[in-house]
Every structure is written in C-alpha cells, then in structure tokens.
C-alpha cells in the first residue's frame, strides 16, 4: 500500500510539475537594438519595434531588418501598434500627435491630438470607424475622436467612476470591441465600445498588454501569467527561459520577449496554440 500511495504521489508531483514549465525551444531570433522600447507584431508574425528616440524597425521573424522608419522630429512614442489589419498607429504624448502609416512604415496620416477639448493627451491608441481614444489627463477624460473629421464624437470623465483623482494611465488599447486601460497602481480598467465602464481586473503590471485569443498575457517575476476574458480565471503558463524579461507579445506562430535592448523571439508553444 504504502508503495502505490509513493507511486501515485510521485505522478501526481511529475504532473504538476510538468505543468509549470512553458517548453521553449532555442530561439528563432534575437534582436539587438540599442534604446528598445516597445515591440509589437503584425498579423504576418512581422516584428515592429520603436526607440527611445522614437525610430521604428520592422523585422521578420528570423531577426532580419526590413526597413526603418526615423521621424523629422525626433521624440518618444508611448504607443505602437501593429495588430490592425492594415495600418500601423503609434502615439507620442511629448509631441501630443498621432501617425498612421502602412506595413511598409510609409506614413498615411499624421496630425496633432490637440483638439479644442482635449488639452493634455497621455495615452490613446487607434479604434473602429475611424476612432482614436485618447486618455486627456487635463480633467481625466476618454475621449472618442473622429480622426478624419477632427472631431471628438464623446467624452467620458472617469475620476467619479473610478473613484480617483491620480489616475496615471499608461496604455489603452482596444480588442475586440472592448477598451483596455492599464493603470499600474490599480489594475486593468475594461470598457465597452462606446467607452462605458464594465470592470476593472486586479492585474498591475508595468509593461505593455498582450492580447492572444480571448486572453490578457503579462510577465510576472520569471512567469508568463495570463487572464481569461471569458471565463475571469488567472493562468500561469510557467516559467520563462530568463528572468530578466520586461514584457511579452505574441503573434500567430511567434512570442517574442523583451529583454533590455534585445528583442528573443520563440516559436509558439503547444500549450499557448491550445489555449481558448
């Protein structure tokens, strides 16, 4: 007896073990890039990743430099997108303007965010319909503008409905007719498409969002953590190849981290492919 209960303990231990580590092979790629920022991937698994000083590299998969983008004036961007079908969004708060441009990081429309009511923009990112959202940090608004007309269509001031004065916003992001809002000191805000408050998930994190099917992914101390919009249940996929890494994107058939200024790029794991 005493030996079955050691045989089913120790599989039942080699289980869950198992289920803790996340099988990464050797890397695909790994990217060097002084001053690296922010990494987003396309939905061709392409690698577009911005410095500090506000240049935009694309890459493939295999770490191979595609093209570059370096803007006449030369400041940060605090969002970068690349998951659109069609265009790529970044935003810079230090210019207070936004830029689209095509796959190819040929400018399409850029113009200022400021507008007659949005005074002080610190985060927004490209929406349905033609829509900007922009956090504006003067009275503490989302705001929804209409980027060809130039035109805010609505506002919604959110410090009554969050209930706080020092909201420090550092990403919004729609997905899937749903807006996203990273407030580090609170968690992760969730709105509908027409900017309504639903509910806020205690996920605090200083790092970009990752979305992948019907689920939120972070970096939490040597773990690749996820959230489930479905079902409201917290994953943990297991431990990462490194410590050391910032924040992870994850494309068709790629997941990349960022690692200071190298950008590893793994294939998917099974586990992440299976995931709902």
Request: aromatic share 10%; net charge negative.
């Amino acid at each position: 007896m005493r030996l079955l209960l050691t045989f089913l303990f120790c599989n039942l231990f080699t289980g869950l073990y198992s289920q803790e580590i996340l099988e990464l092979r050797s890397p695909l790629a790994e990217i060097h890039l002084s001053n690296l920022e922010i990494v987003s991937l396309d939905t061709r698994d392409q690698i577009f990743a911005s410095t500090a000083s506000g240049d935009i590299y694309l890459f493939s998969k295999s770490g191979k430099e595609i093209n570059l983008f370096s803007p006449p004036r030369q400041a940060r961007i605090q969002q970068l997108e690349a998951s659109w079908t069609v265009n790529i969004f970044t935003f810079s708060s230090d210019l207070q303007e936004y830029r689209v441009m095509d796959r190819f990081l040929n400018p399409i429309a850029e113009n200022s965010l400021l507008l007659d009511n949005v005074i002080l923009p610190k985060a927004a990112t490209l929406g349905n319909n033609n829509v900007i959202w922009v956090w504006d940090e003067s009275d503490l608004s989302l705001k929804s503008v209409d980027y060809l007309r130039k035109q805010i269509i609505q506002s919604q001031p959110l410090n009554l409905i969050l209930a706080s004065d020092n909201l420090r916003v550092t990403e919004i992001r729609e997905f899937k007719n749903r807006l996203f809002m990273n407030v580090p000191e609170s968690g992760i805000f969730i709105f509908d498409n027409q900017g309504n408050y639903l509910k806020k998930v205690a996920i605090q994190i200083e790092q970009r969002m990752c979305f992948y099917k019907e689920n939120l992914f972070w970096v939490e101390g040597k773990n690749l953590k996820g959230y489930s919009l479905t079902s409201q249940a917290f994953l943990d996929l297991g431990e990462l190849p490194s410590g050391n890494l910032g924040s992870v994107q994850i494309g068709q058939d790629i997941i990349t981290f960022v690692e200071k200024d190298r950008i590893l790029v793994y294939a998917l794991p099974e586990r992440l492919k299976r995931i709902k």
